[in-house]
């Protein structure tokens, strides 16, 4: 008689499943944002957004006006949304993933979630496997437009939310061991254990997080899902060796099939565990109540030391066949103690998983990443970077086939910071993005040279300039991985190199010695002007002087300053006198840096020669950027001062003589201003 | 030369505009001798120790005194924050500046 009530109950149920929305969902939809919530705390996604994608906020940085964080809590409640994908969110670690699924009447009507989280045909509810994770991961890291970035973020970080809906879902007994469940407004056969725990969200929010052994994500992998993602719930060890387990090398549904219990499913003979002699009957007294409360309590095969289930003060009272043991509240509170902590390490050990690929930037040989020559109004741009790369992420070291590119990320400032530092900027970020090139990465480093061609090149006037490079391609067990790494740059950087030896100093005193007129070349007794104190004695100015084949070459303070030659270079200046200058914009990651000056002659008007002279300074790192620090946003801005016209941060200056020294503050406004002459770059 | 040490004071200033700035430079000339201090120098030649938590008047309050720079810190208003949204720009809370050491910022030969 039971038993055709239930056949019918449950033939109702499949019909009404067919044509009206039921529930079967895993966790209740608040449950799943607060165990999502916590996963995203426990992994190392806060990190790797701030240090290798330059996310200034983190989880908490806005992509579509919402923070990271929303985008994932909320993509792990929409999983049940519409309600026919909630059929694949089961997953029997007791059978092949092929009949793994939900069954209903021995018939199976969903396809097993280990499969689900990797099919690319989901459909309904839209497309939201790891496979679409990964493509709009790297469509949002390669997009040139702000918009389709922030697009390509959000869709990447919901469909996270959904995947780890999954797991969490594998965490309760009901998904891992075919109990449906199905109810309709509470009406029907609801779940206790996904009822307490909506009740009880303060068990979530104080959980511990259990994350699993890393080697399961190295097994051999199965056809139907051979992401390695499938084993976070199902290793397929439990199925071959039918021994219950409580190690972290396990899946999850492993672990919740084989040690709980779901409302449907005690003692079932469906399942070989747990099993009446995997527990002792204990009598506890109610606390509250003061009454006497009968407990199976698990003591052996796989987890032990907790309540597996109760038997109901009313079985002396109950007719047979009808089940005298359930799950109570204290049961729950233990599955709860053990079931949420996994539910939350093993959604933060897949969102690790997704970002665990890591690539190092360093600066290239020549030390400096771009070099440009500046354009009047700043609008000069860099069209190559060259630096140097390797795959950093831990644990997998074979190289790396793929294709590589590189983005940076600046922002526009409303002015030229090399005039005004201080100019506006954006909230919104600019991208330039690379030409791809196919490169095998290794351990090792590699130097490359990346191409920005316009439209997508680097403008000189440009703040809070993050670099990123992407790849895309296998890594480790798998087959199309996307890896990023960033680096924090230093702002474009004006050298400034002058010779401002128009200008002498005698006792103090500016003599403007490129006032030929005033101050002709020095010939004893014919032309004296320069015998300032005539004594007889002279030139007592000196200037202008005339230099020819000039080098520059920046380097590392950590090395020591190089010779500047042809061979070797940043900037060459073919020749010089005064007032002009040279400016190189350039970009490098240090906060002070070398610069190595040659001069190969230089002439004075009256005759006087030097040659070979080499001179060694120290520069700033030029700072426009954001940051944040202690909850504040902090703009850091280099400041620029005013010499002759020139706005600068730093300028290398040619002086007379050593007695110029002691003038030198009085030529901060002397005319005439100093003259721009185009230097050399070298070719790239 | 005239020195005089700024009293110490916690204020927060309104943005300053970039050409009121300019046009009242700031030099840094390094550390004093006991190493807590710094020297910086003002329009009309005018230098004044500073260190740690000095207010220098439209620059801001000294943040710190190093070997090869001098931060100095400005905290936006509420007001100017609200402006700066409007307008779509980034609104940060802190303006750092970076002052390089002036002996660094036009070495010579």
């Given at each position: 008689m039971r038993s055709a009530l239930v056949v019918m109950l449950t033939l109702c149920a499949l019909l009404q499943s067919l044509f009206v929305p039921t529930r079967a969902e895993g966790f209740d939809l608040r449950a799943h944002e607060v165990i999502s919530f916590r996963a995203v705390l426990a992994s190392r996604l806060d990190q790797v957004l701030r240090e290798q994608m330059g996310f200034l906020r983190g989880r908490t940085e806005p992509v579509n006006g919402r923070p990271v964080l929303t985008w994932i809590t909320e993509g792990s409640r929409l999983e049940d949304s519409p309600i026919f994908r909630v059929r694949h969110h089961f997953h029997n670690p007791t059978l092949p993933w092929d009949q793994a699924g939900l069954r209903v009447l021995g018939v199976q009507i969903g396809e097993s979630s280990v499969i689900w989280g990797q099919d690319r045909g989901q459909v309904i509810g839209g497309n939201h496997s790891w496979h679409d994770a990964r493509a709009a991961f790297f469509r949002a890291l390669t997009a040139s437009t702000n918009s389709e970035r922030q697009q390509g973020f959000a869709e990447t970080f919901q469909t996270l939310g959904h995947l780890i809906h999954l797991i969490q879902d594998a965490a309760s007994p009901a998904h891992t061991r075919n109990d449906a469940h199905l109810s309709y407004s509470g009406i029907g056969d609801p779940d206790s254990f996904h009822t307490w725990a909506e009740l009880n969200l303060g068990a979530i929010l104080s959980s511990s997080s259990t994350q699993f052994d890393?080697?399961?994500?190295a097994l051999s992998t199965n056809s139907l899902a051979p992401i390695p993602i499938a084993h976070i719930i199902d290793t397929e060890r439990y199925r071959q060796t039918r021994i219950p387990e409580a190690g972290t090398n396990i899946g999850i549904a492993e672990y919740s099939n084989a040690n709980f219990f779901s409302d449907d499913t005690i003692f079932s003979p469906d399942f070989p565990f747990p099993r009446i002699s995997s527990a002792d009957l204990i009598t506890e007294r109610d606390s509250k109540t003061g009454e006497l409360r009968r407990y199976f309590v698990k003591t052996r095969d796989g987890e032990v030391g907790y309540r597996l289930a109760t038997i109901s003060a009313l079985f002396k009272f109950l007719p047979a066949p009808i089940p005298v043991v359930a799950l109570d509240d204290f049961v729950l509170q233990d599955y709860g103690r053990l079931l949420f902590p996994r539910a939350i390490g093993y959604s933060a050990g897949l969102l690790d998983y997704f970002f665990r690929g890591r690539i190092e930037i360093a600066p290239p040989a020549r030390f400096v990443y771009g070099l440009a020559q500046f354009v009047e109004g700043n609008a000069g741009a860099f069209t190559k970077l060259r630096f140097k790369v390797r795959n950093a992420t831990p644990n997998e070291e074979t190289p790396l086939p793929g294709q590589l590119i590189a983005v940076v990320q600046y922002r526009k400032p409303f002015g030229n910071l090399f005039e005004n530092p201080f100019a506006d900027l954006p909230a919104a970020l600019s991208f330039a993005v690379s030409l791809p090139q196919t490169v095998t990465l290794t351990r090792d480093f590699t130097e490359l040279t990346f191409d920005f061609p316009d439209p997508n090149a680097i403008p000189t006037n440009a703040a809070d300039v993050f670099l990123t490079v992407v790849y895309r391609g296998p890594l480790g067990l798998e087959a199309d991985a996307v890896l990023v790494g960033g680096k924090d740059l230093f702002e474009p950087d004006p050298v400034d190199w002058a010779n401002v030896t128009d200008y002498d100093c005698f006792q103090g005193t500016l003599v403007n010695v490129g006032n030929s007129t005033l101050f002709p070349p020095f010939v004893p007794r014919l032309q004296t002007q320069r015998d300032l104190n005539q004594d007889g004695f002279g030139p007592d100015v000196l200037g202008p002087w005339t230099e020819r084949g000039l080098f520059l070459k920046t380097f590392p303070l950590s090395q020591p300053p190089p010779d500047p030659s042809l061979t070797d270079f940043d900037l060459q200046l073919p020749a010089r006198t005064a007032p002009q200058y040279a400016r190189l914009v350039l970009l490098q990651d240090q906060p002070a840096y070398g610069l190595a000056l040659f001069t190969t002659a230089a002439q004075e008007v009256s005759g006087l020669q030097f040659f070979n002279d080499r001179v060694a300074v120290r520069f700033d790192g030029v700072s426009n950027r954001l940051f944040v620090e202690n909850g504040e946003l902090i703009r850091e801005v280099t400041l620029f001062d005013l010499y002759r016209g020139l706005s600068f941060t730093h300028l290398h200056l040619f002086l007379s003589s050593d007695a110029m020294p002691a003038c030198l503050p009085q030529t901060v406004t002397a005319p005439p201003a100093l003259m721009r002459i185009p230097g050399i770059l070298p070719a790239e | 030369m005239k020195r005089c040490t700024l009293i110490l004071a916690l204020v927060a200033v309104a943005v300053l505009a970039a050409s009121a700035l300019y046009a009242q430079p700031l030099r840094y000339w390094g550390k004093t001798p006991g190493g807590q201090t710094g020297w910086i120098e003002m329009p009309q030649g005018q230098y004044f120790e500073v260190g740690v938590g000095t207010v220098i008047p439209g620059w801001g309050r000294v943040k710190e005194v190093g070997d090869f720079h001098l931060i100095v810190e400005q905290a936006l208003t509420e007001h100017a924050k609200d402006q700066l949204q409007q307008q779509g720009l980034m609104a940060y809370d802190v303006l750092r500046i970076r002052i390089p050491r002036e002996d660094l910022r036009r070495p010579h030969r």
């Open positions: 890393p080697s399961i994500l | -």
